[in-house]
């Protein structure tokens, strides 16, 4: 079992950049491929980002490509989500997972979550 804890988030300018960390502990996040979703109130959490077990391959939402990026340090069991430019509409608390399965934008291919952090972006 993995545990996941997002950090990084916070109120920022539209235009700006944050870059958000899940940290994992219990187990080599070597062992799952990672993703990061997101979710406002009253709406589905929703995909947005993959990467694979070692960082090879990518890939995005297509509403976040160009401007966000993941990536993984498995030495430092870390997964990092660059977010660039960013938009009131971007707003939301942003959460990571893990899964054996890459290539899947569905919740239920993942297997662990972290608790979330709020992104906030002011216009």
């Known amino acids: 079992q993995v545990q996941l804890v997002e950090s990084g988030g916070g109120l920022v300018q539209a235009g700006g950049s944050l870059r958000l960390s899940c940290a994992a502990s219990?187990?080599?996040?070597?062992?799952?491929?990672m993703g990061w979703f997101r979710q406002t109130p009253g709406k589905e959490r929703e995909f947005v980002a993959a990467v694979s077990w070692y960082g090879d391959s990518t890939y995005y939402a297509d509403t976040v490509k160009g401007r966000f990026t993941i990536s993984r340090d498995n030495a430092k069991n870390t997964v990092y989500l660059q977010i660039n430019s960013l938009k009131p509409e971007d707003t939301a608390v942003y959460y990571c997972?893990?899964?054996?399965?890459?290539?899947?934008?569905?919740?239920?291919?993942?297997?662990?979550w972290g608790q979330g952090t709020q992104v906030t972006v002011s216009s």
């Open positions: 997972a893990a899964t054996g399965k890459y290539g899947s934008t569905r919740m239920g291919k993942y297997d662990y």
């Open positions: 219990g187990r080599p996040i070597s062992s799952y491929a």
